[in-house]
Structure formats: C-alpha cells, structure tokens
C-alpha cells in the first residue's frame, strides 16, 4: 500500500510511536465508541491452515486482477526461519516499490501474513511483522483518504508520477487488534488516535487485512469514486486477460445508468 499525502506528513515526525504490545505487558483498553468487527472483517469459518510456506525468490508482485488476490487465505502454523525470512522478503519488495505496507497475497502467497513501515524506505527499522491478524473491534467514526495500492499501477495516468492508482476510501479511524509476530508470540494492537501517524498506521494495517481476506480496495469505493478510477482498472483487466487468457477473473461491476425520468 502507498499513500501519497501522509507519506510526506509521517516522514516530519521524529518520535515514532510504539503500536505494538506483547499481550499481557501493555494495558490496552478498548476506547469509547468501538463496535465489534463487521462480518467482512472476521476471517472465514474453517480456515485452511498451512504449516509449510512455498516460495521462491526474487518474489514479484502481483497486479489486479490476479486471482490469487481474491484467493482464501490460510492460517500458518509453522513459525520457522522460513516464515522469517519470507517476511524479509516482502519487506524489501515493498520498499523496491515505494511502499508502505504489503499483504502476502500481493506477493502470490495465500497466506494470512502482512509487513508495514509507515515510515517507508526511509526509514529502516520500524518494520511490523503480523501473523493470523484479526481485527477484534473497529471505531464507530470513519476517516476517509486517499490510498494507492502496489497491486494496482495505474495505466491510464499521463501524469509519470503518479504510477498507481489512488482514490479515497473511508475506513474506521481506530482498531483492536489481536495477531502473532514471526515467533508465534501473542500481540495485542490498538491502532488509531489523535496523531497523523497512528491514524496512518490503523489504516494501512486496515487496508494489508483486507488483502488477507480477498477484499480490495475498489471494493470498498464509494460508487462516484470508483467511477473515477473504473477506466485504470479496465485497462488492468484486458492487460492480464491478454497474457494470462482463458483465466477467470472477477471484473468490476459494471456502472450503473441512471434512468431518466
Ligand atoms: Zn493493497
């Protein structure tokens, strides 16, 4: 994931602010104002799980509308140097991509893992490793901004800058969340809050999740806003159909035509 304006913003704060707790050793309260997690962010009943990870280097990313982006995604299991290094792995893809955040589907794993640095390439060091994420609770409040995804380059840009999509979408500003770290240890994440930063980390993890469960950010687009990026996404479908034909993809609904009156 990729988000133009609060790059900038994030890359100013000096003292990054530590997010994430082993359970047990931080008292995280639940805030005012939070709900249970809506059915579309529980993981699925009867979840694969996977105690051995397959892949091979150097990984690629995967571009909209690769099916493995909608595949089930399964639990792991096995916490070995494998895992860890894999996580390595998607790490430096991220950063070769100037991203923020990256789920392992992106990278064609289906596997419930996801990497994040708020701060970028920039910054080295303030990586997060998340195993079998869920999200226990979500704010009431929404914020809405403006998010580009590596998995979706944008081909119908005239602008050389702006290499991938982006378009608003509004998401829960605050998260509970329960995970594993690459050891199989406990986490516990309250992600969100008043500053710039824990806002942006609450919406990347947000937006890594939804990788995990096959959702993709269009999806969530309000209907004008994907009609502003419905060409780019066309454009992405008939390139994969080209080099990957006979493939079943899941396309775009298509848009809707007001009726006169
Ligand atoms: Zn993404």
Redesign the pocket.
């Known amino acids: ?1 990729r988000l133009r304006t609060h790059l900038q913003r994030c890359a100013t704060i000096k003292q990054p602010i530590r997010v994430v707790a082993r359970a047990g050793q931080t008292s995280l309260n639940a805030s005012s104002g939070m709900k249970p997690a809506s059915k579309d962010l529980q993981p699925p009943k009867d979840l694969p799980t996977l105690s051995s990870l397959e892949w091979s280097k150097p990984l690629q990313i995967v571009r909209y509308p690769d099916p493995r982006l909608r595949a089930v995604n399964a639990k792991i299991t096995k916490f070995d140097s494998s895992l860890l290094e894999l996580a390595k792995e998607m790490i430096q893809a991220m950063y070769l991509d100037d991203g923020v ?3 392992a589907p ?1 990278v064609g794993i289906n596997a419930r893992l996801m990497v994040f640095n708020p701060h970028g390439k920039e910054k080295p060091g303030n990586e997060s490793i998340l195993v079998n994420p869920e999200i226990v609770s979500i704010s009431k409040s929404t914020a809405v901004e403006t ?1 580009g ?4 380059p944008d081909r119908c840009s005239n602008d050389v800058s702006r290499t991938l999509i982006y378009a608003d979408v509004e998401r829960p500003r605050d998260i509970i969340v329960k995970a594993q770290d690459e050891k199989g240890e406990p986490v516990q994440l309250q992600l969100g809050g008043l500053s710039d930063l824990g806002a942006f980390i609450s919406r990347i993890f947000q ?2 999740y ?2 995990l469960q096959g959702i ?2 269009h999806d969530r687009m309000k209907a004008n806003v994907l009609d502003s990026v419905r060409t780019s996404l066309q454009a992405l479908e008939e390139e994969f159909l080209v080099a990957n034909p006979g493939v079943k993809i899941q396309r775009i609904p298509a848009m809707k035509v007001k009726k006169g009156f």
């Open positions: 994931m955040g990256l789920a992106q998010e995804c590596l998995s979706f937006h890594e939804d990788h993709l950010f």
